[in-house]
């Protein structure tokens, strides 16, 4: 791979993807597309960088994005999240909802959805009450072959050893030969969807709570700050939005404010202009 075959495919993934190919990532790039450039019988990632100068919307270019993509996960993460959601965030919300019975959740860059099943499988335990109320968890992520693992929900025994307490794996997924199936009732709660963060939110609705965890440090500050923006319009006045325990919004926007009362990094979305 060449210096300039390099630099192309850095800027070309921001302009897809909004991901972010620093100099030194090199080796990266090269041990994820040089199997994909083999398989699709090009001699190297130079022809491959060819094809990808001649279109941006062939099927090659989405599997380069998605080889590109990390689709690290698992069930429970990072726990303090779950732990601010059961104790904190899902009985304010309830509270606020009330009238209307009515929770809309969206799982950004769900990944293999570990995410959306951990949150359901919380509701589930620790909150009766929605059994008789409309909950719609919305799951997106840009790696199609990511979001068809997640909407079969089917998990190797190592996947659902990372995460998952044991109780909640004999009550919530069956086994299927080696394997474990998320069971029919929760996978059919989540819409799933493919999604661009880089494009238009508008097509998925508003909000009353938004976990977008672990996906925004691979972007560059410009485009975080554009996210953010867009988060606004996503989000009910006061809504919640949870982010990786790495991110934050300091130094990108305004109008969100942290949450003191959490432990994980959750903000609240203050519905009024943005300083920057």
């Known amino acids: 791979m060449t210096p300039q075959d390099f630099d192309f495919l850095s800027c070309w993934l921001r302009e897809q993807s909004g991901l972010t190919l620093p100099k030194g990532k090199e080796y990266l790039a090269k041990s994820r597309l ?114 068809e693992r997640a909407k079969n929900g089917l998990y190797s025994q190592m996947e659902v050893q990372r995460g998952l307490p044991i109780q909640l794996l004999l009550k919530y997924f069956r086994q299927v030969d080696t394997s474990w199936q998320v069971i029919d009732e929760l996978r059919h709660q989540v819409t799933w969807k493919q999604w661009n963060l880089l494009d238009s939110f508008a097509g998925l609705g508003q909000f009353d709570l938004i976990l977008c965890r672990n996906v925004l440090i691979y972007f560059d500050e410009s485009l975080k700050r554009e996210i953010f923006q867009k988060l606004t319009k996503s989000l009910r006045d006061n809504g919640p939005l949870i982010l990786g325990a790495a991110e934050t919004v300091i130094g990108l926007s305004k109008d969100f404010a942290r949450d003191t009362r959490c432990r994980s990094s959750v903000y609240r979305f203050r519905n009024q202009p943005s300083a920057l």
């Open 34 to 147: 040089l199997p994909l450039a083999q398989s699709e019988g090009l001699a190297d990632i130079s022809a491959l960088v060819k094809e990808l100068r001649r279109s941006s919307t062939s099927p090659l270019a989405t599997a380069v994005v998605e080889a590109m993509t990390t689709n690290e996960s698992l069930f429970f993460r990072d726990k303090k999240p779950f732990d601010d959601l059961k104790d904190t965030l899902i009985p304010e919300i309830i509270q606020d909802r009330a009238t209307h019975r009515h929770i809309r959740i969206w799982c950004a860059a769900c990944s293999t959805g570990q995410e959306p099943y951990s949150l359901l499988m919380m509701l589930a335990e620790n909150f009766a009450q929605l059994d008789s109320w409309r909950v719609e968890v919305v799951a997106t992520d840009l790696d199609s072959k990511a979001l």
